[in-house]
């Protein structure tokens, strides 16, 4: 089959080949048939060691396709059924799962670093995060793929299982967002856009957007923004209108210490800083011992929008269907696999909110 590999961390291209094939499918696990994927920023941090990534490896990991095959004992799917892909998958037995975070449960953790389901030359090779959707074909535990309503496009699915889940999930799960109250979101890409949208369905009463491409600014006005700026004029925004006390909540949504930094200082005393963004291990961010006691800021990180899948995955596509999360808005630019490079050079120089790479 056809999939996009990154041979070494560092590699700024991946090689898409035709000669990857999917190792068998065993108890517990399906074989899914890619037909659209997301381009996440998350893939790029892949390839410059941001995120830990084992290669060589198939990247992807935002994706949505077709059950074509199921391994023994797997009881909730069978040939047919559409599914969108989960990289984290959630078992639902573990403690995380069952104290109501089923987000962290690391059931299937070790299996992205350990169990290489694709294989390349004979040789097995891993798929980023144990997804890689960035193929035909995708072997997954059951746990990881996630039915949904055959009706719904395979573009509009693949967005909700990395890009819109954690967007969306910052602002509902992590922290919340009330009625009438005040957002900030540092970074307007696919995660950014979707917070943005998810405070308004919150009933925020401002949601300021915040990002240097102007085009960026006008999306973001578009899907909810009541204020849209450059981060210079963050300040003089934030003065106007919360008379300079900060926002009752602020999303970092880029991933880099500077930006932790303005969105903490952004939030008011007692808000809720969260942190989406996805930062390099040695980018430090400094807090002064007094500030952390006496802002009384509640700073916070969020891991998949905090998600619990079974419940957050058919609750957004609800959303969708009802008009009120536009998801395929978001699809600023549709390509195939051969065009992978241009997707990530598309997203640096900031033209696009999301690419969707789909299978004839
Ligand atoms: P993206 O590249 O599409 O968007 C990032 C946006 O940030 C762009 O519009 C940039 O112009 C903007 N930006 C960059 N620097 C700054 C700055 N200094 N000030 C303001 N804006 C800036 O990325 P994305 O939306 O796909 O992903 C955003 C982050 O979320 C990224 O770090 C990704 O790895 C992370 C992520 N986290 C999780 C999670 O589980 N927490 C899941 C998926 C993605
Ligand atoms: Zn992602």
């Known amino acids: 089959m056809k999939a996009a590999v990154l041979h070494e961390i560092g590699a700024d291209k991946l090689d898409v080949r035709d000669d990857i094939a999917s ?5 517990g696990k399906v074989k899914i048939r890619i037909k659209a994927t997301g381009v996440c920023h998350s893939d790029l ?3 410059n060691g941001t995120i830990p990534c084992p290669v060589p490896a198939v990247l992807g990991h935002e994706g949505a396709g077709e059950v074509i095959e199921v391994g023994a004992g797997v009881k909730s799917l069978a040939v047919g059924d559409h599914v969108v892909v989960c990289w984290s998958p959630q078992c639902g037995h573990c403690k995380d799962c069952v104290n109501g ?4 449960c690391m059931t299937y953790m070790m299996d992205a670093f350990m169990d290489a389901h694709f294989t390349m030359g004979g040789e097995p090779i891993f798929g980023m995060a144990g997804a890689g959707t960035f193929a035909e074909e995708l072997i997954v535990p059951e746990d990881g793929a996630i ?19 954690t967007g969306a999930g910052a602002v ?3 922290s919340k967002v009330q009625p009438g109250s005040s ?3 540092i970074g307007c890409g696919g995660v950014g856009i979707s917070a943005i949208q998810a405070a308004k369905i919150c009933g925020a009463a401002k949601i300021v957007a915040v990002d240097m491409v102007d085009q960026k600014l006008e999306w973001a006005k578009q899907f909810g923004a009541t204020h849209a700026v450059k981060p210079e004029d963050l300040s003089a925004t934030s003065l106007a209108l919360t008379g300079g006390a900060g926002f009752d ?3 970092e949504v880029v991933g880099r210490s500077d930006t932790i930094r303005t969105a903490y200082d952004n939030t008011k005393r007692g808000g809720t800083t969260v942190i989406v963004g996805v930062g390099r291990a040695e980018d430090m961010v400094s807090f002064s011992a007094f500030e952390l006691f006496y802002n009384e800021k509640n700073l916070r990180g969020t891991y998949y929008g905090s998600a619990n899948i079974r419940r957050d995955f058919p609750l957004l596509l609800d959303l969708w269907r009802s008009g009120q999360l536009d998801l395929e808005g978001m699809i600023t630019r549709r390509l195939n696999l051969e065009q992978i490079n241009d997707a990530f050079a598309a997203m640096q120089s900031g033209e696009v909110i999301r690419q969707v790479i789909t299978f004839d």
Do not use: E, Q, R
């Not at 190792?23 to 108890?27: A, F, G, K, L, Q």
């Not at 975070?101 to 962290?104: E, Q, S």
């Open 45 to 47: 941090s892949a390839m």
């Open 23 to 27: 190792s068998p499918v065993t108890d």
């Open 147 to 165: 039915k949904i309503d055959a009706d719904v496009p395979f573009d509009v699915a693949s967005l909700v299982g990395c890009g819109v889940m």
């Open 101 to 104: 975070k089923p987000h962290l």
């Open 172 to 174: 509902m799960n992590a």
């Open 183 to 185: 957002v900030l979101v």
């Open 249 to 251: 909540y602020a999303f």
